[in-house]
């Protein structure tokens, strides 16, 4: 079959691990007969460069005609200023709103070879399987208003949070969704002992729990969420949360896995008329780490969380499960055979570069 794929490498090791996710895609093209067509755009700091606005119309075009977005990552510290008008991280926000992207899916799993990367206790992880469904277009990001002014007694500044009971509803259909496919258990995350939203987004779920009986719903405050996630991050299997709760607990997740550049995401716009858990349906793809800087340009970032977001775009917009399972057990059977890059390696002298790592994914996908 034929696909039209948007890929938007982005900053940092944006452009890096981006290269690597579609040599793993041309792969799976060449072994399961399908053509994808890719489209390259700007977005971020590398467009503010070139035009002076960090999502150019052009890359909003083509990713509204494209099946998926493949994103790599925005931003840099050439582009910090906090005065700065415009930011790199404006371009994936612009781009998360204009194509309707509500539901990030952030899984962390953790990988039995690299139960010793992580700095938690092998006790602990032992059997960690869970996935992070947080909202993306709503909350603090987006709420009105959201402005810095000078008052009488010095400098002020607001950000809003503000949920309407449909963006809440529609994430939670989400989660229980989820579920069901899964070990049947949500948590829903919140801080109802404070926030107002909160307290509707506690009375919503509930609402909506009925229409999912098999479902068992928990409610946990997200400070409580936080500790629980370290302490006993096993009893998770769907969370599901507000955008900036989510934003800070998936990061936190992320150590469970031994690294950040081990963690794909994927962020998912309505299913057209609302009807319910069908796919494939329009997402956007990208690893959940940053670009990096640091480490930019040297050839050592993981690639492995972008091309796992390549097998999440596989079963989740471009409706190819079996594809989307050849990758990531190509990844796993990689990581079972030592196959290491810098992040997640005992010794540095035999880490792969990230090159090196997606040649060799492209190959056991290819050959075996
Ligand atoms: C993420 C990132 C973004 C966010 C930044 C880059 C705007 O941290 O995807 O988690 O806060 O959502
Ligand atoms: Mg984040």
Redesign the pocket.
């Known amino acids: 079959m034929n696909f039209s794929v948007a890929v938007l490498p982005g900053d940092g090791v944006g452009p890096e691990v981006v290269a690597e996710g579609v040599k793993v895609l041309e792969a799976i093209g060449a072994k399961f007969g399908h053509a994808f067509e890719l489209g390259y755009g700007i977005v971020g700091g590398n467009a503010i460069d070139q035009c002076g606005e960090p999502l150019p119309k052009e890359t909003l075009d083509l990713c509204l005609k494209s099946d998926a977005v493949l994103l790599g ?3 840099g510290p050439k582009w910090d200023d906090p005065k700065a008008k415009v930011r ?2 404006d371009g ?2 612009a781009l ?1 709103k204009k194509l309707r992207l509500f539901a ?1 899916l952030r899984p962390v799993k953790v990988y039995p070879s690299l139960i010793n990367s992580s700095p938690v206790k092998p006790s602990v992880l032992a059997g960690v399987d869970l996935i992070i469904v ?1 909202e ?1 277009t709503g909350g603090l ?1 987006f709420g009105r208003p959201k402005r810095r002014w000078q008052s009488s007694k010095g400098r002020a500044g607001v950000d809003t949070l503000r949920y309407s009971e449909h963006e809440i509803r529609r994430i939670l259909n989400i989660g229980f969704q989820l579920a069901q496919g899964r070990r049947k258990r949500l948590t829903s995350v919140d801080k109802a002992n404070v926030l107002e939203t909160s307290r509707l987004w506690r009375q919503i779920a509930e609402e909506v729990s009925q229409d999912y009986t098999d479902v068992t719903l928990e409610h946990m405050l997200v400070d409580t969420a936080a500790m629980q996630l370290i302490r006993n991050p096993a009893n998770f299997d769907v969370v599901v949360t507000e ?1 900036t709760f ?2 800070i607990l ?2 936190e997740a992320s150590v469970l896995s031994g690294s950040m550049g081990m963690l794909p ?1 994927a962020s998912l716009a309505p299913e057209p008329g609302n009807k319910g858990p069908r796919y494939p349906r329009f997402g956007l793809y ?1 690893p ?1 780490h ?1 670009s990096a800087p640091d480490i930019a340009t040297q050839g050592i970032a993981n690639p492995l969380a972008t091309i796992l977001s390549v097998a999440m775009m596989l079963r989740l917009s471009l409706g190819l499960e079996r594809e989307a399972q050849t990758v990531e057990s190509a990844v796993e059977i990689a990581l079972a055979r030592g196959h290491r890059t810098a992040d997640i390696a005992d010794d540095n002298a035999t880490a792969l570069t990230t090159g090196q790592m997606g040649d060799t994914i492209a190959k056991i996908l290819s050959t075996e």
């Open positions: 990552a925005v931003g790199p991280e994936l926000l998360r990030n947080r993306l990001y955008n989510g934003d998936t990061d995401s990208e959940i940053g």
